[in-house]
């Protein structure tokens, strides 16, 4: 492995690298760093269309204005992440007058359109929106679209009060999540969730989280869903809070049943005939 320590960058595009395409990059450590940007990431602030392998990032702080994650502030163009563990950071969404709008923070990529994230961990690390920032916070991908998340692990707390789609894995995940893990403190505002704030389909997946939701759309496993396919995934809850109104998504799997509070609770799920059951 090749490391790199006391970085200390602020620029549109930060990181050790400010934007990759077409790249190969493997084995390679930042460590100790401070990174500030509209796109901002340990290794890169955006990439596209590369590949990155066993690069890891540990004790960073990164700060993004628009897209913020632990290895990569954006995931785009059939680029994967495979081999990636990020201990010890703080990811966080911060306001700035130039960019309005939504905000998309990741353990390890705050934005993944069209690329996969593989065998990630995020240890111990914090994903954090300041005051008045909103938008997405995942504790691997803020949002996701096209791809895949597979055997990912998140274990660190998700302070997002602001934000409107929170979840242990993915703030809103429009594809698939394998075989992940979520052992999480997560607060957010709406759709809430152990592994999503919004997904469509899950399989062999856990969440052991401590939950608390200002608004609506809470769930241990999702905030809301549209068209959910679940096979065999686990929930183990400590507690879900939710402070305002508690809502039922139509075909949501919002998990607080009778009542507004729901404590050690556990389940396992699948789906027949485009209904969800216990089994």
């Known amino acids: 492995y090749y490391s790199i320590s006391n970085i200390n960058t602020t620029a549109s595009y930060a990181g050790l690298f400010g934007y990759i395409k077409g790249a190969n990059i493997e084995n390679l450590n930042v460590n100790n760093s401070s990174v500030v940007g509209n796109y901002a990431g340990a290794i890169a602030g955006y990439v596209h269309s590369s590949t990155l392998k066993n690069c890891n990032g540990a004790n960073n702080t990164i700060k993004g204005y628009y897209s913020a994650g ?16 990020v201990s010890n950071t703080t990811v966080s969404a911060a306001l700035t007058s130039s960019i309005s709008g939504e905000r998309f923070v990741g353990g390890i990529a705050g934005k993944s359109e069209e690329g996969s994230i593989y065998n990630a961990k995020v240890i111990n690390s914090n994903i954090y929106f300041a005051k008045d920032v909103y938008g997405y916070a995942g504790g691997i991908a803020g949002h996701m679209v096209v791809g895949a998340i597979f055997d ?19 703030g809103s995940c429009e594809t698939v999540i394998f075989d992940s893990i979520s052992k999480s403190i997560i607060s957010g505002s709406n759709y ?62 919002s998990l607080c049943r009778d009542g507004f509070h729901l404590s050690y609770d556990y389940g396992r799920f699948t789906a027949e005939d485009g209904a969800v059951k216990f089994i």
Do not use: P, Q
């Open 70 to 85: 632990g290895i990569t502030g954006a995931n785009r163009s059939a680029s994967v992440i495979d081999g990636t563990l």
């Open 152 to 170: 990912c692990k998140n274990i660190g707390n998700i302070d997002a009060l602001n934000a409107n789609y929170i979840g242990g894995i993915a």
């Open 192 to 253: 809430v969730g152990g592994l999503a704030g919004y997904a469509v389909e899950t399989t062999g997946s856990y969440a052991f989280v401590d939950m608390l939701a200002y608004d609506e759309f809470a769930g241990a496993l999702f905030g809301s869903t549209e068209e959910l396919i679940l096979s065999a995934n686990i929930f183990l809850i400590v507690s879900i809070s939710i402070i305002k109104e508690f809502n039922y998504h139509d075909n949501g799997i």
